[in-house]
């Protein structure tokens, strides 16, 4: 956010709380002002942005309120900027510990009583300068039909009986279209608008996507090293709202996706938060994705240096890259997750019963000590379904686990066109292993190649345990290595309820199954 709002005269232009002085593109708005114990200072007719702050409404005592009543708004999208800052002589006091206190102003948005964001701001402030939880806070709202009332309120500390609080003005920003344009590197307004005004991080653009509910379907991505947080708070990430489509890969002046150039312009999503290069302070997941939907993608971006370490259970300790839950279903697509680590799912931990797709990615030297160096699938299934994990021309290469590249724990996948080379794994399968308890379960495998893999244990590519199937259709696999099975190995064939191999059209020198299965 830049420290001045967008100039005068544009959209969200400085105004103060009167409706003649609103900017022409709210024609026909009114504006109430009004306080539950207050007063006025300063004058509230027409005014600029130098003088913005010397005008203002306070209100004093316990739980103190100041409310704009908005009416006449059109149906959209908006974001408001609320100027909320006590002159220095009024924004601090001295507590009974001799401590300099600045009053806090709570910030909230409210469409027909029902709020909708919330934000703050507190002193110290900067003459002349505008920033954000400092001079104000940034709210965003959505109005879904005419005639709606919307309030923006400002309330003092509600336990303190000497509270003061501070409206200076506000402006009002609507989003007409569907796009949010990120560059690190832009110095226009920062409203998102266009690659001029972009947004400078990506958690941003994010969280007015999500506040949007539903208007906000993409974001336009720059190039540049983008991190969740400027602060070293590791649960930081970079979440995904449902049905929002991110995508990288730009240089920040194009007006279509057809004029990016893959392989330029690295859109980079790094988790190194804390000292540069010093994996243990990184931040645990660097992109999050809760129950999306198959609507939800992200694409061609970089994703680097998580580092899910954590001894509980979930986030903290799995998918170092992505972590996926609540059954979400979205599409990865022309990205690079390399160097990432996870006690579980070194790269990305899928959890639920969905069904996510990655197309076109390439994963190198991620590692993880537990199952799965890169994609750690809990799935489901059950006597006659199984949830699936898509991978499509995809790459994997020097990554190291205990259960190899990719592990299906219940779920299966669909394995096209992909590359598995020098990964490892201790257990078995150092490309794919597969653990299941009902026959639904499955992993089919076409067109793919298995080149100088190693597990220590079984199978030198896959491996394969429970009673579900494993078909492999038209694939090579050649110089892949292990104790028992260097090619693939089913671990529980001697008893009979061992996973069952249907191999077609392939080589695989090596291969070692059991009872029940068929080449």
């Known amino acids: 956010?830049?420290?001045?709002p967008p100039a005068a005269g544009s959209i969200g232009s400085p105004n103060p709380i009167t409706a003649s002085n609103l900017s022409g593109t709210l024609t026909g708005v009114a504006i109430a002002l009004g306080s539950n114990n207050g007063s006025g200072s300063g004058s509230f007719g027409a005014g600029d942005?130098?003088?913005?702050?010397?005008d203002y409404a306070t209100a004093f005592?316990?739980?103190?309120?100041i409310t704009a009543s908005i009416t006449g708004l059109a149906p959209g999208f908006y974001r408001a900027w609320v100027y909320a800052a006590l002159p220095p002589s009024q924004a601090s006091y001295i507590d009974n510990?001799?401590?300099t206190v600045y009053h806090p102003h709570s910030i909230y948005a409210l469409v027909n009583n029902v709020q909708s964001d919330s934000s703050n701001s507190v002193g110290p402030t900067t003459p002349g300068t505008f920033e954000i939880s400092r001079t104000h806070g940034i709210v965003d709202f959505k109005v879904t039909a005419a005639g709606q009332t919307v309030k923006l309120q400002v309330y003092g500390d509600v336990n303190f009986f000497a509270s003061l609080a501070a409206?200076?003005?506000f402006q009002i920003l609507q989003y007409p279209g569907n796009r949010l344009y990120v560059d690190r590197s832009a110095a226009g307004a920062g409203t998102g608008q266009s690659w001029a005004n972009a947004m400078t991080t990506l958690t941003t653009?994010?969280?007015?996507?999500?506040?949007?509910a539903g208007s906000i379907t993409e974001i336009w991505v720059a190039n540049g090293n983008y991190k969740p947080t400027t602060t070293t708070n590791r649960n930081a990430t970079f979440s995904i709202p449902n049905g929002v489509k991110v995508y990288g890969g730009f240089a920040?002046?194009?007006s279509?996706?057809?004029q990016r150039v893959p392989g330029t312009n690295a859109s980079i999503l790094s988790g190194d938060i804390g000292t540069p290069r010093v994996n243990t302070d990184n931040s645990y997941n660097v992109v999050t994705i809760i129950g999306n939907s198959n609507t939800t993608l992200l694409d061609s971006f970089s994703i680097f240096s998580g580092h899910a370490n954590g001894n509980g259970t979930g986030q903290i300790n799995g998918g170092g890259a992505i972590y996926i839950s609540s059954s979400g279903s979205p599409k990865i697509r022309n990205c690079r997750i390399q160097s990432n680590f996870g006690l579980s799912g070194g790269a990305v931990w899928i959890q639920g019963n969905g069904y996510p797709v990655f197309s076109n990615c390439d994963f190198s030297n991620n590692s993880a000590p537990g199952r799965a160096s890169c994609i750690q699938y809990e799935g489901f299934s059950s006597q006659f379904l199984s949830s699936f994990l898509y991978l499509g021309n995809c790459t994997f290469t020097n990554n190291a686990g205990d259960g190899g590249a990719v592990w299906l724990d219940e779920g299966g996948a669909y394995v096209a066109n992909c590359l598995f080379n020098k990964n490892t794994g201790i257990i078995s399968g150092a490309a794919i292993g597969m653990r299941g308890t009902t026959a639904s379960q499955s992993l089919a495998i076409y067109n793919s190649t298995f080149y100088d893999n190693q597990a220590n244990n079984l199978g030198g590519a896959v491996g394969g345990s429970g009673p579900g199937t494993i078909t492999i259709n038209n694939s090579i696999f050649w110089n892949n290595d292990s104790n028992i099975g260097s090619g693939v190995s089913d671990s529980y064939g001697t008893d009979g309820g061992g996973t069952n191999f249907v191999v077609k059209r392939t080589v695989v020198p090596g291969a070692i199954v059991f009872p029940g299965s068929t080449i």
């Open 252 to 254: 920040g002046n194009e």
């Open 49 to 54: 942005f130098a003088n913005l702050m010397g």
């Open 167 to 169: 409206m200076n003005g």
């Open 97 to 99: 510990f001799n401590e």
């Open 61 to 65: 005592g316990n739980a103190t309120q």
């Open 205 to 212: 653009a994010l969280d007015v996507a999500k506040n949007s």
């Open 1 to 4: 956010m830049p420290t001045a």
């Open 256 to 258: 279509s996706l057809s």
